[in-house]
């Protein structure tokens, strides 16, 4: 955009343009097979159960996808692009913030990255961003202090869950986060509701088929999801290297 005096004439934006984005809804399953006589002498709704342990597979499977999925046959997840240094981030690839030293935090000032990480993001996406870390890293994380006033830098938040707030931003614990090791992509900091589009093509759909083998009924429920990043300024990563 820009500026315009009394009876100047617009043109055509050029940057930034609309571009299509395909996002792919692929099937996701679980099929459990059951025993004729064992729905037949349950005493509880096996059935229901077992729609609902389904209904928790598809979560995790969905879940570890939108992080590590590569994309072909499932989502692909926030983990998988290319990564560039941020001072280097160009459209289409993720932008990552060196943790300072190899498969691990500096032993001085460990959480001066994650200030780096924070402010790597641009401050018009920082509204609704959110630290997102596995278990084992925020443990490691949790520990940090500020050198002046021995103050935990991580604090505790009932409103954000058991992840709490780091540096003000709100923390989702998510195991599907690589663990810290040489060149890892551990810790991600962005605005996922603006950066990352799921794409649920349909609802769940059951198949009970108690004929193509005798004596069991099968299960087969599924359904269809899609996933990838529409909004590369939006995530930002956190590389456990020196540079």
Same mark, same amino acid.
């Given at each position: 955009?820009g500026?315009?005096? /009394?009876?100047?004439?617009?043109?055509?934006?050029?940057e930034?343009?609309f571009?299509?984005? /395909?996002?792919?809804a692929?099937?996701?399953?679980?099929?459990?097979w059951? &025993?004729?006589?064992?729905?037949?002498?349950?005493?509880?709704?096996? /059935?229901?159960?077992?729609?609902?342990?389904? @209904? &928790? &597979?598809?979560?995790?499977?969905?879940?570890?996808?939108?992080?590590?999925?590569?994309?072909?046959?499932q989502?692909?997840?926030?983990?998988? %692009?290319?990564?560039?240094?941020?001072?280097?981030?160009?459209?289409?690839?993720?932008?990552?913030?060196?943790? @300072?030293?190899?498969?691990?935090?500096?032993?001085?000032?460990?959480?001066?990255? $994650?200030?780096?990480?924070?402010?790597? $993001?641009?401050?018009? %996406?920082?509204?609704?961003?959110?630290?997102?870390?596995?278990?084992?890293?925020?443990?490691?994380?949790?520990?940090?202090?500020?050198?002046?006033? @021995? %103050?935990?830098?991580?604090?505790p938040?009932?409103?954000?869950?058991?992840?709490?707030?780091?540096?003000?931003?709100?923390? *989702? *614990?998510?195991?599907?986060?690589?663990? *810290?090791?040489?060149?890892?992509?551990?810790?991600?900091?962005?605005?996922?509701?603006? @950066? %990352?589009?799921?794409?649920?093509?349909?609802?769940?759909?059951?198949?009970?088929?108690?004929v193509?083998?005798k004596?069991?009924?099968?299960?087969?429920?599924?359904?269809?999801?899609?996933?990838?990043?529409?909004?590369?300024?939006?995530?930002?990563?956190?590389?456990?290297?020196?540079?």
């Amino acid at each position: 955009g820009g500026w315009l005096e /009394e009876n100047a004439t617009s043109s055509e934006s050029t940057e930034q343009q609309f571009s299509k984005i /395909e996002i792919k809804a692929e099937k996701v399953y679980a099929e459990p097979w059951i &025993t004729n006589e064992m729905l037949e002498d349950s005493f509880y709704d096996l /059935e229901g159960d077992i729609m609902m342990e389904a @209904g &928790t &597979t598809f979560a995790e499977t969905e879940g570890a996808a939108f992080v590590t999925g590569n994309g072909v046959g499932q989502p692909r997840g926030i983990a998988a %692009y290319t990564t560039v240094a941020n001072a280097s981030y160009t459209w289409g690839s993720v932008g990552y913030i060196a943790s @300072g030293a190899s498969g691990a935090f500096t032993s001085s000032a460990p959480a001066d990255a $994650l200030i780096d990480l924070q402010h790597g $993001l641009k401050a018009q %996406y920082r509204p609704g961003a959110v630290f997102m870390m596995n278990d084992a890293t925020l443990a490691t994380v949790r520990q940090f202090k500020d050198s002046a006033s @021995g %103050y935990y830098m991580w604090q505790p938040d009932s409103a954000a869950g058991f992840g709490g707030r780091l540096l003000g931003s709100p923390v *989702v *614990v998510d195991d599907n986060l690589a663990d *810290v090791a040489a060149n890892s992509l551990s810790i991600a900091y962005g605005n996922f509701m603006r @950066g %990352y589009t799921i794409v649920d093509r349909r609802g769940v759909a059951v198949i009970r088929d108690n004929v193509t083998k005798k004596g069991v009924t099968k299960f087969h429920i599924s359904k269809r999801v899609g996933g990838g990043i529409t909004n590369f300024e939006a995530i930002k990563l956190m590389k456990m290297a020196a540079s």
